[in-house]
């Protein structure tokens, strides 16, 4: 493969068929339910009347991508395809037609054609030291998406990866991406936070808490005609191909290509991926239906970089990665796999009156189980540390200090039976990561009501959460929002909750957090300008947890610090430009013969 030695026909069946065995996104998203894949057998089957695609029309036209690393293996994804739409999903015909209309034939043709790709797993940029390599085959049932799993590798080790048309001549870019050990995480304007970390290249992985696409129409308050973004398909998301072609226009953005060449993602979806204020029995916008469902669950399937395995039980995505004993990494669904009803706007007041039923859960009976159980076994093998990605702000948070504001809320009881597992297993050194708020916040975890606590020490803390702003969408307090609006915002939010040490409106942006034996080391960047694309970022502040305190570490030399709730704020006017440290266009997009 990727040599000048000619192509050879597989003639076995059994070999031939295995090629599309190897593509992970011809199975069901839901490992319970076998049906909802597609019958492999049936493509390899109907290849011996269609010949596979004329390679010289195929490109890859989402770059490459890597995700969900293990010790000894990750997934590697990408998309061949003859074109960059995709007519097959494209089945929505607007208008009264006959059932069968030549007229409307362009919109419902597609090719049957199978695309073949190879891919190479190497320990080096220039392959002289390939240690996995295959062949497969997609089609345009599943949107020519390729998705292996590439294995023989060892733990915490860089490995780079590239694909190529079964010709040897149409190559990917050259991805990038690592295993875990036996660390580190971290329409509305551009995508430069994405951009700036891969130019400075100062993490290993990366965590994205959702929200990765918006399904709103034209009518969202920002529609991105002024930056030339505009969303299409110019609708609210509806149908399948309505869902591929959105994410098809986020992938022609170069930050975004960037992040996903350079490092593997570890994903986990929010409520925009499907629709606004999801649950598990709908959503603001739509009511519940099996087409919307299963639909939303096989696009995010077959266009993100997750492990096959876990989409089993009802599509359920909440897993957890062991980083040996540094760390265990515990992804939650706390929005589709079976919250209880949530606030869609028109139903506030019920939402507050039935807060503190017990039956309330964002996670469900089956992964709140499972999720107390991951936390005690973790403390018991010795873990240093907890990762815990809820998508949304877990911390208490008094919302008449901000009305817009969605958190766990409306789940009192399920936040006291967390804090009664940590508490009552002695269970400390826990992280909660959060994003959803549009914000940026900082809090120490606390059980209110329940265990004494002392803000000015953090004494009774059990961990610390850290909540990150958004890559490019809206501020919570307001979408054209003034600095010092913003800082009276953060001022009130910060005066009226005990343990929130930090809270920030105004900048979009990311966060790093270093994981090490003795401490855990949070830096907040903000990208100042996201109606331009730029390399700019400014540092905003920085946080340190240490092994054992189990709350964040308190300022000391006179009691000052840039961040913390009571001590003096330093403003710092300095911008770096990481185009200075990266390729000069942003980009990161290597090629390799």
């Not at 890597?66 to 015909?93: E, F, H, K, M």
């Not at 430069?192 to 709103?216: F, P, T, W």
């Not at 499972?370 to 936390?375: A, S, V």
């Not at 969408?473 to 939010?493: F, H, I, L, P, T």
């Given at each position: 493969?990727?040599?000048t030695i000619?192509?050879l026909?597989?003639?076995?069946?059994?070999q031939?068929?295995e090629?599309?065995?190897?593509n992970?996104n011809?199975?069901?998203?839901?490992?319970?339910?076998?049906?909802?894949?597609?019958?492999?057998?049936r493509l390899?089957k109907r290849?011996?009347?269609?010949?596979p695609?004329?390679?010289?029309?195929l490109n890859?036209?989402?770059?490459?991508?890597?995700g969900?690393?293990?010790?000894?293996s990750?997934?590697?994804w990408?998309?061949?395809?003859?074109?960059?739409?995709?007519?097959r999903?494209?089945?929505?015909?607007q208008?009264?037609?006959?059932?069968?209309?030549?007229?409307?034939?362009?919109?419902?043709?597609a090719?049957?054609?199978?695309?073949?790709?190879?891919y190479?797993?190497?320990n080096?940029e220039?392959?002289?030291?390939?240690?996995d390599s295959g062949?497969?085959?997609?089609?345009s049932?599943?949107?020519?998406?390729?998705?292996?799993e590439?294995k023989?590798?060892?733990p915490?080790?860089?490995?780079?990866?590239?694909?190529?048309?079964c010709?040897?001549?149409?190559?990917s870019?050259v991805?990038r991406?690592?295993?875990?050990?036996?660390?580190?995480?971290?329409?509305?304007?551009?995508?430069?936070?994405?951009?700036?970390?891969?130019?400075?290249?100062?993490?290993d992985h990366?965590?994205?808490?959702?929200?990765?696409?918006?399904?709103y129409?034209?009518?969202?308050?920002r529609?991105?005609?002024?930056?030339?973004?505009?969303?299409?398909?110019?609708?609210d998301?509806i149908t399948?191909?309505?869902?591929r072609?959105?994410?098809s226009?986020?992938?022609?953005d170069?930050?975004?290509?960037a992040?996903?060449?350079?490092?593997p993602?570890?994903?986990?979806?929010d409520d925009?991926?499907?629709?606004?204020?999801?649950?598990r029995?709908?959503?603001g916008?739509?009511?519940?239906?099996?087409?919307g469902?299963?639909g939303?669950?096989?696009v995010?399937?077959?266009?993100r970089k997750?492990?096959?395995?876990?989409?089993?039980?009802?599509?359920?995505?909440?897993r957890?990665?062991?980083?040996?004993?540094?760390?265990?990494l515990?992804?939650?669904?706390?929005?589709?796999?079976?919250?209880s009803?949530?606030?869609l706007?028109?139903n506030?007041e019920?939402?507050?009156?039935?807060?503190n039923?017990?039956?309330?859960?964002p996670?469900?009976?089956r992964?709140?189980?499972?999720?107390?159980h991951?936390?005690?076994?973790?403390s018991t093998r010795?873990a240093i540390?907890?990762i815990?990605?809820?998508?949304?702000?877990?911390?208490?948070?008094?919302?008449?200090a901000?009305?817009t504001?969605r958190?766990?809320?409306p789940?009192n009881r399920?936040?006291?039976?967390?804090?009664?597992?940590l508490?009552?297993?002695?269970?400390?050194?826990?992280?909660?990561?959060?994003?959803?708020?549009?914000a940026?916040w900082v809090?120490d975890?606390?059980?209110?009501?329940?265990k004494?606590?002392?803000?000015?020490?953090?004494?009774?803390?059990?961990?610390?959460e850290?909540?990150v702003?958004?890559v490019?969408?809206?501020?919570r307090?307001?979408?054209?929002?003034?600095?010092a609006?913003a800082?009276?915002?953060s001022?009130s939010?910060?005066?009226?909750?005990s343990?929130?040490q930090?809270?920030?409106f105004?900048?979009?942006?990311?966060?790093e957090?270093?994981?090490?034996k003795?401490?855990?080391?949070?830096?907040?960047?903000?990208?100042?300008?996201?109606?331009?694309?730029?390399g700019?970022?400014?540092?905003?502040?920085n946080?340190?947890?240490?092994k054992g305190?189990?709350?964040?570490?308190?300022?000391?030399g006179?009691g000052?610090?840039?961040?913390l709730?009571?001590?003096?704020?330093?403003?710092?006017?300095r911008?770096v430009?990481?185009w200075?440290?990266?390729?000069?266009?942003?980009?990161a997009?290597?090629?390799?013969?």
């Amino acid at each position: 493969m990727f040599g000048t030695i000619p192509i050879l026909l597989l003639a076995a069946t059994a070999q031939a068929s295995e090629l599309y065995e190897r593509n992970v996104n011809f199975l069901s998203a839901s490992a319970r339910h076998s049906f909802l894949g597609l019958d492999r057998h049936r493509l390899f089957k109907r290849q011996e009347f269609i010949p596979p695609s004329n390679v010289s029309n195929l490109n890859f036209t989402h770059g490459v991508a890597s995700g969900d690393p293990a010790p000894d293996s990750v997934i590697l994804w990408t998309r061949l395809a003859p074109q960059l739409d995709n007519d097959r999903s494209n089945v929505t015909v607007q208008g009264l037609v006959e059932l069968f209309d030549h007229n409307n034939e362009k919109f419902v043709a597609a090719s049957e054609a199978p695309v073949c790709a190879d891919y190479r797993v190497a320990n080096d940029e220039d392959f002289l030291s390939v240690v996995d390599s295959g062949r497969v085959y997609t089609t345009s049932e599943i949107d020519y998406t390729i998705k292996v799993e590439a294995k023989r590798q060892s733990p915490f080790t860089r490995y780079y990866y590239q694909f190529a048309a079964c010709d040897g001549q149409t190559r990917s870019p050259v991805g990038r991406t690592k295993t875990f050990g036996e660390c580190e995480v971290g329409a509305y304007g551009f995508f430069d936070a994405y951009g700036n970390v891969a130019r400075k290249d100062s993490v290993d992985h990366v965590l994205h808490l959702g929200d990765y696409i918006y399904e709103y129409g034209p009518g969202a308050p920002r529609n991105g005609w002024d930056i030339a973004r505009v969303h299409v398909p110019d609708r609210d998301l509806i149908t399948l191909y309505d869902y591929r072609r959105r994410i098809s226009q986020y992938r022609e953005d170069f930050d975004l290509l960037a992040s996903h060449q350079n490092f593997p993602w570890i994903p986990v979806w929010d409520d925009h991926e499907v629709a606004n204020d999801a649950y598990r029995d709908g959503s603001g916008r739509q009511a519940n239906t099996f087409e919307g469902y299963i639909g939303a669950g096989n696009v995010a399937f077959d266009q993100r970089k997750m492990h096959g395995l876990d989409l089993d039980d009802n599509l359920r995505i909440w897993r957890s990665f062991s980083l040996g004993k540094l760390a265990d990494l515990i992804m939650l669904d706390t929005r589709e796999y079976d919250r209880s009803i949530t606030n869609l706007d028109t139903n506030a007041e019920y939402i507050t009156s039935i807060s503190n039923d017990a039956g309330r859960s964002p996670l469900g009976p089956r992964q709140e189980k499972w999720f107390y159980h991951t936390l005690q076994s973790s403390s018991t093998r010795g873990a240093i540390w907890r990762i815990v990605g809820p998508q949304v702000i877990f911390s208490h948070i008094d919302r008449a200090a901000l009305a817009t504001l969605r958190n766990e809320e409306p789940f009192n009881r399920n936040r006291n039976r967390t804090f009664q597992t940590l508490y009552d297993n002695n269970i400390s050194d826990n992280l909660f990561l959060a994003g959803d708020s549009h914000a940026n916040w900082v809090s120490d975890l606390i059980w209110e009501g329940a265990k004494s606590y002392d803000e000015v020490t953090g004494e009774g803390a059990i961990g610390a959460e850290f909540a990150v702003t958004a890559v490019s969408s809206v501020s919570r307090a307001g979408q054209n929002v003034s600095v010092a609006e913003a800082r009276m915002v953060s001022d009130s939010v910060v005066g009226n909750n005990s343990e929130v040490q930090w809270n920030e409106f105004w900048y979009r942006g990311y966060m790093e957090l270093r994981l090490g034996k003795e401490k855990a080391q949070a830096r907040y960047f903000g990208i100042p300008d996201v109606k331009r694309r730029s390399g700019l970022e400014v540092s905003l502040a920085n946080f340190t947890v240490r092994k054992g305190e189990g709350r964040l570490q308190r300022p000391v030399g006179r009691g000052v610090a840039r961040t913390l709730k009571g001590g003096e704020t330093r403003t710092r006017n300095r911008t770096v430009d990481t185009w200075s440290i990266g390729s000069g266009n942003g980009t990161a997009v290597r090629f390799r013969g």
